[in-house]
């Protein structure tokens, strides 16, 4: 994945003021003019004119080329046989997406549009009005036959239907724009060039998160979905969690700057990170098929990947180290890390496991308590056969028996009653700091072969509980939907 930074460009002038002046232009040189996109209601349009190019030459011509931002250093380009090299790094692989969009913008070039025949400093219309001394970039090419050719980059044109770039060709007096697509690409560092590995997660095998830093948390994956552990344990949200781990699984960096050995980790902060995020991936067994049709597989062992985030790079990005490697990424895709908020990723219904996943669901309160164990069994036709869905697989009923019974219950009335309880969620969030105190007015205990979960409600005020997960307290509830639960115990 690879995202092309957004370059800032300066501001640029106001729609009208530029008109003014192009008007002002026309009236005392006399030559000047015009072809404006945007042109205010009422003025004609000007008649189409012929295509102008900026570059005129196919890039196949191309023998060298510097290209040079204003804001980052200048790197030249080497047309070898296999295509262009960096001089001087002839042997680091460059990103062959981002070499085709290059040599693409590099080949015949038309402007946009015709602004200015000539430019006039003494009614304020010089190179610097448009950004274009100094140039917000310079690309300077040589071609196989000696010829040179300098197109600068200036401001964007005030055009926001159709975004544009003011530009000249070194040598020629005429202002134009041509198409701010065509002309990103030349706004990247050198280091954008170079190729890298993107990450590749599989985050189904994820076993745990740890984030410390600005941000603490870590989340574990139990057979009945994610755990916090810190800051404080609490069961999360499925679908949170599931977004989230679309953000891990999307992470994409744009920029190799190099290994962390040679490059100066302080001065990008990733000497003491700002964020550290260490990812377990759990051990797998990779199976699949030969060309000759053999079922084959393989162990692959438990994996941990380590991303450290460091200051931001003024641009929307971020610093990071990965893997042993320094890296500069958009925020949009990385910064998600430093805004991570583990209270957004709890769970808002704390009963929230299926039944083919309970072993027992246990009521109490000052004068109740019940305890019910629940089972799966296998379903039976009515040819007194197991059942099975269409694919042949067994079909399972669940099974319920009070803890002092020896005969199951009533299954379907426990289910009604256990889907009331699987339906409470908070009506609010408690205020920070808040504290139980007391005694609770009832207390549902689930467990499983692998964990013990305790829902606990305690009086707030007049009208609400507060809910308590395993003993921390989130949120509150109305007190009359908790009643309705112990109205109804089956």
């Known amino acids: 994945m690879e995202k092309a930074p957004k370059k800032k460009a300066r501001r640029p002038l106001r729609g009208r003021m530029v008109l003014a002046l192009l008007l002002c232009a026309c009236a005392v040189v006399g030559g000047g003019v015009v072809l404006v996109r945007s042109l205010p209601h009422g003025l004609p349009v000007p008649e189409e004119r012929e295509t102008i190019m900026l570059l005129a030459r196919p890039a ?38 981002v070499m085709e969009e290059i040599t693409l913008s590099l080949g015949k070039v038309p402007a946009e549009a015709l602004v200015l025949t000539g430019l006039n400093p003494t009614q304020g219309l010089t190179k610097a009005a448009f950004g274009l001394e100094p140039p917000q970039a310079r690309i300077s090419i040589t071609y196989q036959d000696g010829e040179t050719k300098e197109l600068l980059l200036g401001d964007l044109a005030p055009d926001e239907e159709r975004p544009q770039r003011y530009c000249m060709v070194a040598g020629d007096e005429a202002l134009y724009t041509m198409l701010e697509a065509d002309s990103t690409v030349f706004f990247h560092e050198m280091e954008y060039l170079l190729d890298f590995d993107q990450p590749s997660i599989d985050t189904s095998l994820l076993d745990r998160i740890e984030v410390t830093g600005g941000v603490v948390w870590q989340a574990d994956y139990t057979p009945s979905g994610w755990q916090m552990e810190q800051p404080f344990r609490y069961p999360l949200s499925l679908q949170r969690m599931e977004s989230l781990l679309g ?50 597989s393989f162990p692959v062992d438990e994996r941990v990947y380590l991303l450290k985030l460091g200051r931001d790079t003024g641009k929307s990005g971020v610093y990071l180290s990965w893997e042993g490697q320094v890296f500069k990424a ?137 809910i308590a997960v395993d003993g921390v307290a989130l949120f509150y509830i109305q007190k009359e939907r908790v009643d309705q639960i112990l109205s109804t115990i089956p």
């Open 60 to 97: 196949e011509e191309i023998a060298s080329v510097v290209i040079a931002p204003r804001d980052s250093a200048a790197y030249p380009l080497l047309r070898k046989e296999d295509g262009f090299v960096l001089q001087g790094r002839e042997e680091a692989p460059l990103r062959a997406s």
């Open 247 to 296: 953000r891990v699984g999307s992470m994409g960096f744009e920029a190799l700057l190099g290994d962390e050995d040679s490059v100066d980790l302080a001065a990008l902060g990733l000497d003491s990170p700002e964020v550290t995020v260490k990812l377990t991936q759990a051990a797998t067994v990779i199976s699949g098929e030969t060309e000759e049709g053999q079922q084959v």
């Open 330 to 466: 958009s925020n949009f895709l990385l910064g998600f890390w430093k805004t991570l908020n583990p209270r957004d990723l709890v769970l808002l219904n704390p009963v929230n496991l299926p039944v083919n996943d309970l072993d027992t669901v246990r009521l109490s309160t000052p004068g109740i308590d019940e305890a019910y164990h629940v089972r799966m069994v296998e379903s039976i036709a009515e040819n007194n056969r197991i059942a099975t869905d269409e694919y042949g697989q067994t079909l399972y009923d669940m099974a319920v028996r009070r803890a002092d019974e020896s005969e199951d219950m009533n299954a379907e009335a426990f289910a009604a009653w256990y889907t009331m309880l699987a339906s409470l969620s908070g009506d609010g969030t408690l205020p920070e700091g808040f504290a139980l105190s007391g005694e609770s007015r009832a207390t549902v205990t689930l467990t499983n072969s692998h964990l013990t979960r305790t829902v606990s409600f305690y009086p707030y005020d007049a009208l609400h509980d507060a």
